[in-house]
Nanobody
Framework: QVQLVESGGGLVQAGGSLRLSCTASGRTFSTYTMAWFRQTPGKEREFVAAISWSGGVTKYADSVKGRFTISRDNAKNTVYLQMNSLKLEDTAIYYC?????????????????WGQGTQVTVSS
């Protein structure tokens, strides 16, 4: 069983930066693929970024490539999402997700563990 707790969300102006963190409970964090998804009202939860258990493989949604960076620190049981050059359309609730396995997937159905979400609001 894995419990995920996100933090770091908030209000930021367009063009600014935020770093989200997701800390996992449990001793097997290093065997889990981790990901970030986001959701806005009335829309499906969408993939943002994912990282393999070792950190050696990452995947990004086209909408965030070059602006967001996912990373992890297995010693701290934590995955990060560095968000730069934020746009109004990045406003959403951001969710951390985990799946047992080595490879990062983009489909939300592949992830069995979810955090409660953290709000990111980008203002003009």
């Amino acid at each position: 069983q894995v419990q995920l707790v996100e933090s770091g969300g908030g209000l930021v102006q367009a063009g600014g930066s935020l770093r989200l963190s997701c800390t996992a409970s449990g001793r097997t964090f290093s065997t889990y693929t981790m990901a970030w998804f986001r959701q806005t009202p009335g829309k499906e939860r969408e993939f943002v970024a994912a990282i393999s258990w070792s950190g050696g493989v990452t995947k990004y949604a086209d909408s965030v490539k070059g602006r967001f960076t996912i990373s992890r620190d297995n010693a701290k049981n934590t995955v990060y999402l560095q968000m730069n050059s934020l746009k109004l359309e990045d406003t959403a609730i951001y969710y951390c997700a985990a799946r047992s396995g080595t490879l990062p997937y983009v489909r939300k159905s592949e992830y069995g563990y979810w955090g409660q979400g953290t709000q990111v609001t980008v203002s003009s």
